[in-house]
């Protein structure tokens, strides 16, 4: 039996999300783009935070800038911190080998790689490149899911994540919960401390193996007393274990390494208001946005 042209066969679609990002930017001009003014003769987008055209994401604390790790395109490759390796802001004349360390805003309001040509995703709070994905059902899941939206603020420096789901992708539920919504998105640089000495580890060693003698004078078995001894802070998780927020205010950055990792942030709002943390947690927190130009004119941070 034929269907009539103006029958619509149905196809089985997901269930509507109910979305937190922002539609696309518009790029008109008059309603999208701050002026030059106070920007060094770059258009800034009034809705992102981000210039058009090229740029750097150097973080404040670390002082190294966002980099595809290699410079490669496959699927998942990470993005992490390193040390900027192009000191011109000119675009012709910058090494094509730096453009791992260039960004831009597509179209669509995607944060994307210049060298991969692919928008930036977030994976178990990693930033990492990604290739479109078809969707699979249930949707939205890890796999697929729609990408985030990355947004700059000026006045803070904080660098900020939209998603138009619960980022953890729970499986479907009749009564999905709305927390994620009540959270705020941030990206950080993660320190790292330098690789100690012999003399500094053997040293480490003894005081450790001293406190341990003093809590436990026989050596016997006292499961009471590692307990407490782990809750009183005295044995130390490894730097992996410890997420960026949890870190005590005097956590080392001195690491000569080129490489720092950095990490989304799930943070409750109104943070800002409440916490009162190190010079070295805000500004881990802190990023710059610096545009890169198609002539000499100078150039700076926005």
């Known amino acids: 039996m034929s269907t009539p042209d103006n029958d619509v066969i149905a196809s089985p679609v997901a269930s509507?999300?109910?979305?937190?990002?922002?539609?696309?930017?518009?790029?008109?001009?008059?309603?999208?783009?701050?002026?030059?003014?106070?920007?060094?003769?770059?258009?800034?987008?009034?809705?992102?935070?981000?210039?058009?055209?090229?740029?750097?994401?150097?973080?404040?604390?670390?002082?190294?800038?966002?980099?595809?790790?290699?410079?490669?395109?496959?699927?998942?490759?990470?993005?992490?911190?390193?040390?900027?390796?192009?000191?011109?802001?000119?675009?012709?004349?910058?090494?094509?080998?730096?453009?791992?360390?260039?960004?831009?805003?597509?179209?669509?309001?995607?944060?994307?790689?210049?060298?991969?040509?692919?928008?930036?995703?977030?994976?178990?709070?990693?930033?990492?490149?990604?290739?479109?994905?078809?969707?699979?059902?249930?949707?939205?899941?890890?796999?697929?899911?729609?990408l985030p939206r990355f947004s700059y603020d000026r006045g803070s420096g904080l660098l900020r994540i939209a998603f138009a789901c619960d980022p953890s992708y729970p499986a479907p539920s009749a009564y999905p919960s709305q927390a994620w919504k009540e959270r705020d998105y941030i990206l950080s640089a993660v320190p790292l401390k330098r690789d100690k000495s012999f003399a500094e580890a053997s040293l480490d060693f003894l005081t450790t193996a001293a406190s341990r003698i003093a809590l436990n004078p026989f050596g016997s078995p006292n499961a009471a007393t590692s307990a407490a001894h782990v809750e009183r802070g005295d044995y130390d998780l490894r730097d992996d274990e410890t997420l960026e927020e949890e870190r005590p205010e005097h956590a080392d950055d001195d690491s000569p390494s080129r490489r720092r990792e950095v990490r989304m942030l799930n943070l409750p709002l109104g943070w800002m208001e409440k916490e009162r943390g190190s010079t070295a947690t805000v500004t881990r927190r802190k990023w710059e946005i610096v545009p890169i130009l198609h002539n000499r004119h100078v150039t700076r941070p926005i």
């Open 16 to 146: 509507p999300i109910d979305t937190t990002i922002p539609p696309p930017p518009s790029y008109s001009p008059r309603s999208s783009y701050s002026g030059p003014s106070g920007s060094g003769g770059v258009y800034i987008n009034a809705e992102t935070g981000f210039p058009g055209g090229y740029f750097l994401i150097k973080n404040v604390g670390a002082n190294k800038v966002l980099d595809v790790a290699r410079g490669e395109h496959d699927d998942g490759t990470d993005v992490i911190l390193w040390t900027e390796k192009e000191s011109s802001l000119v675009e012709v004349m910058r090494d094509p080998e730096a453009d791992n360390q260039l960004f831009f805003m597509d179209y669509n309001g995607h944060l994307c790689s210049k060298v991969a040509g692919l928008p930036i995703d977030i994976d178990d709070g990693r930033l990492v490149v990604r290739r479109h994905r078809p969707v699979t059902y249930p949707f939205p899941n890890h796999y697929a899911h729609p």
